[in-house]
């Protein structure tokens, strides 16, 4: 079973960037997502890159802002956000895609890590 382990969150002003990582603890040839969770919100889809790289998703509200890669000689996935806003703050969770489906849809995610904070104050 594959873990996942999120850094990188923390309190940034409006405007301003963070970079979060997601550790895998084996190879991943699969879909691996971001997803977010604001408190009393449900989790949602923030992006998505596929094996190689060469195919990237992103959530209307990211998009332009937020930009996803990985390298899998590190088994590493990231996410580099930009021009933050208040309504960015949630907890971040990095996820492994599992089943058939489009990469925005959570319920085809199999495995998830613990999440990390991401506060943006205004």
């Not at 301003?16 to 449900?42: I, N």
């Not at 990231?78 to 971040?92: H, I, R």
């Amino acid at each position: 079973q594959v873990q996942l382990v999120e850094s990188g969150g923390g309190l940034v002003q409006a405007g301003g960037s963070l970079r979060l990582s997601c550790a895998a603890s084996g190879r991943t040839f699969a879909h691996m997502g971001w997803f977010r969770q604001a408190p009393g919100k449900e989790r949602e889809f923030v992006t998505a890159i596929n094996w190689t790289g060469s195919s990237t998703y992103y959530a209307d509200s990211v998009k332009g802002r937020f930009t996803i890669s990985r390298d899998n000689a590190k088994n590493t996935m990231y996410l580099q956000m930009s021009s933050l806003k208040p309504e960015d703050t949630a907890v971040y969770y990095c996820a492994i895609k599992g089943a058939a489906g489009h990469p925005s849809e959570l319920s085809k995610y199999d495995y998830w890590g613990q999440g990390t904070q991401v506060t943006v104050s205004s």
